[in-house]
Structure formats: C-alpha cells, structure tokens
C-alpha cells in the first residue's frame, strides 16, 4: 500500500508551547487528509479534514483556533497544537486519501505528551 | 447516516487456528469496504474491496465483499501471536470520511 509518513513520532512539550505535526504523502498525491486523535483503547476520533488549497472542515467540538491545520501542497498537511495543555496529550493519527476516496493510508501517528 | 458493524467483539483463540470476522454494512454512495490491523500504533491498510465475489489474499490473510447482503469477511487462517490486534471495517461516505466499525479485538495465545 501506500506510504505516509509523520513527524514527529513522538514530541514532549512545555505546557503553552505549540507543537507542528506534520503528516506527508510519499508516494502519491493526496488532495483530501484527514487527522484523528485517539485515546488510550478508544476509538480514532476523526478531527478534520483537511483539503488542499482550501480551508479545512472541522467536526463538530472541535476548536479550529487550537488546532490549525494548513494543506499547502498535494503532498504536505500540517497540524499545528496551539498553546498545548496537558489534556491536549493524545495520539494523532493523520491518514491520506487516494483519488476519488477510495481507500485511506494512515500514517504512524504521532505521540504528544504536554507537561 | 452510513453505518458499519462488526463482529465479534472480541475474539480469543489459539495459535494455529482460523478466525472469521464479520463486517456488515449501510452506506448511502457506496465506493469501497476498507480492512485495517491496529496494534498498538496507527491503523495499517489490509485490503480494500470493492467488487462483490473476487477475494483479496495476502498471506494467510484473505477477505471477499457481497454487495447484495452488504457484508465482508476478514480469514486468517494458522494464527499467529502476532496476529493479534484489533481488526477495524471501514467504509468511505461523504467527502470520503471513514465509517468505522467498533472493530474486533484479536488475542492470539499459544
């Protein structure tokens, strides 16, 4: 299948700094990514979707002002945590979609651990 | 509202064993059935289906669609301890947002 990569695996931080993640499409092109956030033996909890040149959509609960997501290229989408606080500690997970929304790559994700 | 539902639950069998785990379905545009493994990291691709009848194989792995009854299954046959994990069904809706199953909770044991 196809790859997707993250960065950073995993990041510690000081609580009001903000964290960059970055999840990035290797080996196709990806006009629509979407971030998650799991919780420990919870399900993945579907965050936005980001698209391309365009505005991201957020879901509902979800505050767009703490979590800016910038999808610059067909290739690059970014997460940035802004202001982290300890219950902003999760695991983020961002996937790519194929052409025509066939299938998902998720990549490895991403551990935030904010002190 | 698309819907996805998995079964078992939760599944405990023997190394060496076969297990079957069962997808059902309601989607409204329906485009692909997507099967993912997650351990303890993010979820990785399996198969993806999308035609009724033609089995995908990927070692001991295997799974097959029927479109009409609006299910698949996920074979793994001689199970391993590394099989275990849990086994999420999804199916891509509106502006391509994955449906997820609850998923089946694998425990392989020797």
């Known amino acids: 299948g196809a790859v997707v990569s993250q960065h950073p695996s995993w990041v510690i931080c000081k609580s009001g700094t903000s964290v960059k993640i970055e999840c990035r499409s290797l080996?196709?092109?990806?006009?629509?990514m979407f971030w998650y956030r799991q919780f420990p033996k919870q399900s993945l909890m579907l965050m936005a979707t980001s698209n391309e040149g365009s505005k991201a959509t957020y879901e509902q609960g979800v505050e767009k002002d703490k979590f800016l997501i910038n999808h610059a290229s067909l290739t690059l989408s970014t997460l940035t945590v802004t202001s982290a606080h300890p219950e902003d500690s999760s695991f983020y997970i961002c996937?790519?979609?194929?052409?025509?929304?066939?299938?998902?790559?998720f990549g490895p994700g991403t551990r935030l651990t904010v002190l | 509202e698309d819907k996805v539902v998995q079964s078992p639950l939760s599944l405990v069998v023997h190394e060496g064993d076969t297990v079957t785990l069962n997808c059902s379905y309601e989607v409204t545009n329906f485009r692909s059935l997507l099967w993912y493994k997650q351990e303890k990291k993010a979820p990785t691709f399996l198969f993806m289906l999308?035609?009724?009848?033609i089995e995908k194989k990927s070692g001991r792995l295997s799974s097959i669609l029927d479109k009409k009854e609006l299910f698949s299954i996920l074979n793994i046959t001689a199970t391993q301890t590394g099989d275990s994990a849990i086994y999420l069904c999804a199916v891509p809706g509106t502006a391509s947002k994955l449906t997820f199953g609850t998923g089946t909770r694998l425990q392989v044991t020797l």
């Open positions: 080996d196709f092109q990806a006009t629509t």
């Open positions: 996937s790519a979609a194929s052409d025509l929304g066939y299938t998902q790559y």
């Open positions: 999308t035609s009724s009848g």
